[in-house]
T-cell receptor, first 112, second 109 residues
């Protein structure tokens, strides 16, 4: 079974731009969660989608948004990028939120 | 919200040594997972262990839910065990995982 894939793997943007990251979960998994990892804040939960519905949202500004498609693939969008948005963005898929989570390789975003 | 504390924050071992990593949490949980993040950033799930004991090769984990802690044991460590080990917990089946700050392990040949 193929693992979780994330695209792109690396991204460089400038302040004020927007970015869209993509995550394809393991086949059959309907829950997709997004996390931001930075050296200062560690791993922080962004949001979770299940069957195209956002069920949980972390404490991030409205510039961070996401969606899930009918095939369970998910995208997250960050608008009006700030320097502090530079981070590793990780996507995890699972059967349900209470189940084992499997992480993708991450997208490393650098904002200049 | 729930607090997750991991200790020690850093650990340096000689190859072949054993180690114990600890995770304390502040509330009752119904989900606890251990992850290993390799130097390239990939997070690998090691154990799903809200209670009890599990073993997988040289790794084993024990969670004592009533006392709110979990332990990860690494025996006969190898250089490939290097990386950061995270403990993550959630309060219920509908709440997201909360991660600890991790234990950074360096295994030296």
């Amino acid at each position: 079974k193929a693992g979780v894939t994330q695209t792109p793997r690396y991204l460089i943007k400038t302040r004020g731009q927007q970015v869209t990251l993509s995550c394809s979960p393991i086949s059959g998994h309907r829950s997709v969660s997004w996390y931001q990892q930075t050296p200062g804040q560690g791993l922080q939960f962004l949001f979770e989608y299940f069957s195209e519905t956002q069920r949980n949202k972390g404490n991030f500004p409205g510039r961070f948004s996401g969606r899930q498609f009918s095939n369970s693939r998910s995208e997250m969008n960050v608008s009006t990028l700030e320097l502090g948005d530079s981070a590793l963005y990780l996507c995890a898929s699972s059967l349900g939120l209470a189940d084992t989570q499997y992480f993708g390789p991450g997208t490393r975003l650098t904002v200049l | 919200g729930i607090q997750v504390e991991q200790s020690p924050p850093d650990l340096i071992l000689q190859e072949g040594a054993n180690s114990t990593l600890r995770c304390n949490f502040s509330d009752s949980v119904n989900n606890l997972q251990w992850f290993h993040q390799n130097p390239w950033g990939q997070l690998i799930n090691l154990f799903y262990i809200p209670s009890g004991t599990k073993q997988n090769g040289r790794l084993s984990a024990t969670t004592v839910a009533t006392e709110r802690y979990s332990l990860l044991y690494i025996s006969s460590s190898q250089t490939t065990d290097s990386g950061v080990y995270f403990c993550a917990v959630s309060l219920s089946g509908n709440t997201p995982l909360v991660f600890g700050k991790g234990t950074r392990l360096s295994v030296i040949a």
